[in-house]
């Protein structure tokens, strides 16, 4: 560890002794670390809040559009949601048990991947149906194209956190 670090922890670590007033004791409450399945729960409920924001930002609604808009958009996020639990699903499988995955294990994850790309097309299609009711074509196309844009990002980071199928073995 670098010389430096240890010196300013060292220095973080005794300001409190420096003081002029006594510590006072409080009553520090230890919560154990979170499940990988809280983290995934937070990470996710974190990147529907982001979503949201940026479309908020990107769409320029009118009070009796966003009145309409919002409900139609969070019923959206939820069957999106869906969507992207069975990737995670099949990433998860995927990720444990990758460096011994049979060529079957390989294409079970591809087909897996290629049917989430469907099903994102299919309801991306479905829902700019839907938005054209409640907001111009324009509007409802725009709200898409965001959308597609912050999956194709999120797809990004994601799949580059997952190592490629290896190389057959001979």
């Not at 922890?9 to 006594?22: E, G, K, N, R």
């Amino acid at each position: 560890m670098n010389k430096r670090v240890l010196v300013l922890m060292a220095i973080a670590a005794a300001v409190p002794a420096w003081s002029a007033d006594a510590p006072v004791a409080t009553k520090v409450s230890v919560q154990p670390p979170p499940t990988p399945e809280q983290v995934v729960a937070d990470f996710r409920s974190d990147l529907l809040a982001q979503r949201a924001d940026v479309m908020a930002k990107g769409l320029k609604l009118s009070a009796e559009q966003a009145a309409k808009f919002w409900p139609l958009y969070e019923t959206f996020q939820k069957e999106q949601g869906a969507i992207v639990d069975d990737q995670m699903k099949a990433t998860q499988k995927y990720a444990d048990s990758f460096a011994t995955a049979t060529d079957a294990d390989a294409q079970a994850y591809v087909n897996a991947l290629l049917e989430r790309d469907q099903k994102m097309h299919d309801l991306r299609v479905k829902w700019l149906a839907k938005f054209q009711t409640v907001v111009p074509p324009r509007v409802a196309a725009r709200a898409i194209q965001i959308e597609r844009r912050l999956g194709l990002v999120t797809q990004v980071k994601l799949s580059s956190q997952i190592p490629l199928i290896p190389d057959a073995k001979k």
